[in-house]
């Protein structure tokens, strides 16, 4: 049995960079001086900031937002969670009862904002009428879309300084992979663990799990006794990313340091590329940040209602 490389007790956990087998109290202690120094080391907030932490209700997202409760004094900030309802039913809805639940015991706001009261469907409805259409577009790619769109948006209105998500190693690796099979080279090094922006309607995002692997959040999740509840999103056979997220972990299995130099790879690329969001303007519709002259959730909103409309008229 392993044995925990400080106190010789029975270990919990192991960290592959640092070759060491840690207990639960030295685990704990090391996942959340890591969270701490990552915030310090890459200046992810200032004191007296409003952080706006965006929460889905899995465990990642609720780690982060515990921490965040937890060291809202010692790191000087406000903390508000953010989450945002796609109507997924016997999926979302449970995830944010749980949501609901820990933001009120850890004393946190919490706003949750919904794709129907904002865009006029839920993703159910949307992707139900795509379907019938023949499904020219993945439930993942308007859910990221308008998900992203959604979190801005009201980071915007709780006049928040930074946007923290719970993005992990795996997440970025995934990511890194995917835009590499798509060779899509602009967004292959873009953006890191934090993003700088050049748009006033964009609020900062930053990362705190960004050099954290999956498996050490679940295992820092699980001793805190954050549960979340064991439901899947039933789009995810939709997702490529799930295949690549498969993939990657039979992968880590035969070599534990595979992510890390994923990672460090998209780290180096970065290095030699902007990291600031370049070409940005303004949705001439909606006023927000956007690539082209109307953004990408003014046109899949107004798209999926177009259909929605066609099927409601047909009726
Ligand atoms: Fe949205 Fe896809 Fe995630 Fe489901 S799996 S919540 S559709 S991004």
């Known amino acids: 049995m392993p044995k925990c490389w400080v106190c010789g007790s029975r270990a919990v956990a192991r960290i592959p960079y640092l070759g060491l087998h840690l207990c639960e109290t030295h685990f704990s202690e090391y996942f959340e001086r890591r969270f701490l120094e990552t915030i310090e080391r890459m200046s992810m907030v200032r004191r007296g900031e409003r952080v706006a932490v965006a929460v889905s209700g899995g465990k990642d997202s609720l780690t982060l937002l515990y921490l965040f409760s937890k060291y809202r004094r010692k790191l000087g900030v406000e903390v508000i969670g953010i989450a945002v309802d796609e109507g997924i039913k016997w999926y979302r809805e449970l995830k944010l009862e749980a949501l609901e639940g820990y933001a009120k015991s850890w004393e946190v706001e919490l706003r949750i904002e919904s794709f129907k009261a904002r865009f006029g469907f839920t993703l159910d409805e949307a992707v139900k009428a795509l379907m019938e259409v023949g499904l020219v577009l993945k439930p993942c790619s308007i859910c990221g879309v308008l998900r992203r769109y959604l979190l801005n948006e009201t980071a915007l209105k709780v006049g928040a300084d930074k946007l923290a998500t719970a993005h992990n190693m795996d997440d970025e ?40 692997r999956e498996k050490e959040v679940a295992a820092y999740a699980l001793l805190q006794g954050i549960k979340s509840p064991i439901v899947e999103c039933p789009y995810v056979v939709y997702s490529a990313r799930h295949v690549i997220r498969r993939w990657l972990n039979v992968v880590e299995m035969e070599d534990e340091h595979a992510k890390y130099r994923i990672l460090a790879l998209k780290e180096l690329l970065s290095s030699t590329s902007s990291r600031v969001w370049e070409g940005l303007t303004t949705c001439q519709v909606c006023g927000m940040p956007s690539s082209q002259s109307i953004c990408r959730a003014c046109l899949l909103s107004s798209y999926v209602r177009s259909i929605l409309g066609q099927r409601h008229n047909s009726f």
């Open 173 to 212: 690796v995934q990511v890194f992979l995917m835009n590499l099979i798509r060779a899509n080279l602009g967004s292959l090094g873009r953006e890191g663990a934090t993003t700088r922006v050049v748009h006033k309607a964009l609020v900062p995002r930053v990362k705190p799990f960004y050099f954290t």
